[in-house]
């Protein structure tokens, strides 16, 4: 079964960062293009961030502003985004999910996310 764990969500303060980490298995993790994809409460998913299969370039959406880094280590199968100077804006669960930007696998493979609250 493919399966995408992530973590290190939480509440953090504005200004702030935080790492979060999605760790991959069942299926071959270092041939596949790796996207975060985030859905803020009450609105639809936003592709946010993607990253090659081997990680030599890596691509954001236009709101973030330079603010997210996106990384992946081939030999965990594991992908990070690190988040900073966070706002209440960024408050969503964060999932990761196979593909790039415009070959995203189906929401429904994307696992449960991990939840960001930006709040004082």
């Known amino acids: 079964d493919v399966q995408l764990q992530a973590s290190g969500g939480g509440l953090v303060q504005p200004g702030s960062s935080i790492t979060l980490s999605c760790k991959a298995s069942g299926f071959n993790f270092v041939t596949e293009d790796m996207s975060w994809v985030r859905r803020p409460p009450g609105d639809r998913p936003r592709w946010t961030a993607g990253?090659?299969?081997?990680?030599?370039?890596?691509y954001f959406d236009d709101s973030i502003k330079a603010r997210f880094t996106i990384s992946r280590d081939n030999t965990k199968n594991t992908v990070y985004l690190t988040l900073t100077g966070l706002t209440p804006e960024d408050t969503a669960r964060y999932h990761c999910?196979?593909?790039?930007?415009?070959?995203?696998?189906?929401?429904?493979?994307w696992g449960q996310g991990t939840q960001v609250t930006v709040s004082s």
């Open positions: 999910a196979r593909g790039g930007r415009y070959n995203l696998a189906n929401p429904a493979a």
């Open positions: 990253i090659r299969s081997d990680g030599t370039a890596s």
